[in-house]
């Protein structure tokens, strides 16, 4: 059974950070590229910031400079490091596992609330 497992997310002011965790369980995760997605409310889901089995990384324009996403392969998992949050930042943070042939998995999503 594949499991994504978010936490990290809460309550922050303008301007602080956060870091979001993904542990990842019931897949090979070092073949896997694996993403951060969000969704704010009424907007659509929107990648956020991925990274692929040889740790290179891409970020929509909003995340850069900003945003830093990382993984370990021995513990499975994939963080996102936020700072400098602002609150257009607000929304679900989704982790996603991607596998070679295109199969996705999600995990639950964690809340994110940049104040102002």
């Known amino acids: 059974q594949?499991?994504?497992?978010e936490s990290g997310g809460g309550l922050v002011q303008s301007g602080g950070s956060l870091r979001l965790?993904?542990?990842v369980s019931g897949i090979i995760?070092?073949?896997?590229?694996m993403g951060w997605y969000r969704q704010g409310s009424e907007k659509p889901r929107e990648l956020v910031a991925?990274?692929?089995?040889?740790g290179s990384a891409n970020y929509v324009d909003s995340a850069k400079g900003r945003f830093t996403i990382s993984r370990d392969n021995d513990r499975k998992t994939v963080y996102l490091q936020m700072n400098n949050l602002k609150p257009e930042d607000t929304a679900v943070?989704?982790?996603?596992?991607?596998?070679?042939?295109?199969?996705?998995?999600?995990?639950q999503g964690t809340q994110v609330t940049v104040s102002s």
């Open 21 to 23: 965790s993904c542990a």
């Open 93 to 107: 943070y989704y982790c996603n596992a991607q596998s070679p042939a295109g199969t996705d998995y999600w995990g």
């Open 50 to 54: 991925s990274i692929s089995t040889s």
């Open 29 to 33: 995760f070092r073949f896997y590229t």
């Open 2 to 5: 594949v499991q994504l497992v």
